[in-house]
């Protein structure tokens, strides 16, 4: 019998992404694009976005470096301010002025230590699509929101907040990552039926606001401790269509065969 489910997954491109957060030097940085670009041009046969999403200071460097190779360069945040006053601050038409197109945006570390809510985060969702840079929307949960059994509501409030103000076209520019904040850098990776549980709900949630069209073309992915040895099995759930993966990412091997496991 046709199996629905997995037609409409395998329709859906795999994104793996790295998130170095604030880690490595400029020559760590170099050496391990270079280190991850060389397995992955004999070993990867696939078709999934791979994407770095570097620290500011390297942008430039690492977009040369991967010219040639299948990997993109992606940013980690962006101001929702385009020019002006901002001090520290970096704007999306910066980043779109040197060709970079991919940024996490309400990263679960932005929204704790730096005060982000919803709505600098919309705001921020706006900005990068202005520039046509796709945002990685990040929400999830803390552990306390789980056990108190909040988790679902929690993710839908985050969800509604940071992009139910964009219409049905600018919605499907977006990716939507799921990080259970107790599963990243814990070591505590969701189980597979965890995260296609949330998965589901949140492509419901998307159906509901802008059909089942428009939802089932959405990328849903999911981050949170993800490494070599439970990429495949997370990546293989039906509304998973990839990874937002920190620690692992900072391994060239490891990376690597996480990239390997998304098919
Ligand atoms: P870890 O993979 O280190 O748990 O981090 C996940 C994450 O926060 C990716 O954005």
């Given at each position: 019998m046709l199996n629905l489910d997995y037609n409409l997954n395998s329709m859906r491109k795999k994104i793996v992404a790295g998130?170095?957060?604030?880690?490595?030097?400029a020559e760590e940085a170099v050496a391990l694009v270079k280190e991850l670009s060389s397995i992955l041009a004999t070993e990867f046969k696939g078709d999934s976005t791979i994407l770095v999403c570097v620290p500011f200071p390297y942008l430039t460097t690492m977009k040369e470096l991967v010219k040639d190779t299948s990997i993109s360069v992606g940013a980690q945040n962006c101001s929702?301010?385009?020019?002006?006053?901002?001090?520290?601050e970096t704007s999306a038409p910066m980043l779109a002025s040197i060709k970079i197109d991919h940024v996490i945006l309400g990263h679960s570390e932005r929204r704790q230590y730096?005060?982000?809510d919803g709505k600098t985060i919309a705001a921020k969702v706006d900005a990068a699509l202005k520039y046509g840079i796709t945002p990685l929307f990040c929400c999830g949960e803390q552990l306390e929101v789980r056990e108190a059994g909040k988790h679902f509501d929690l993710v839908r409030q985050q969800v509604a907040e940071g992009l139910?103000?964009?219409?049905a076209e600018s919605i499907q520019k977006v990716v939507i990552a799921y990080e259970p904040v107790w599963a990243i850098g814990t070591g505590k990776t969701a189980s597979a039926a965890q995260a296609q549980e949330m998965h589901a709900l949140i492509r419901q949630q998307l159906a509901g606001q802008y059909g089942k069209a428009v939802a089932d073309a959405i990328k849903i992915l999911y981050g949170g401790s993800v490494k070599a040895d439970n990429a495949a099995e997370l990546f293989s759930?039906?509304?998973?269509?990839g990874g937002l993966v920190g620690?692992?990412?900072?391994k060239a091997r490891e990376f690597a065969e996480i990239v390997k496991a998304a098919r």
């Open positions: 998130n170095w957060k604030m880690n490595k030097t929702q301010f385009d020019w002006g006053a901002y001090t520290g730096f005060g982000e139910f103000h964009l219409n759930c039906a509304d998973v269509d620690g692992a990412s900072l």
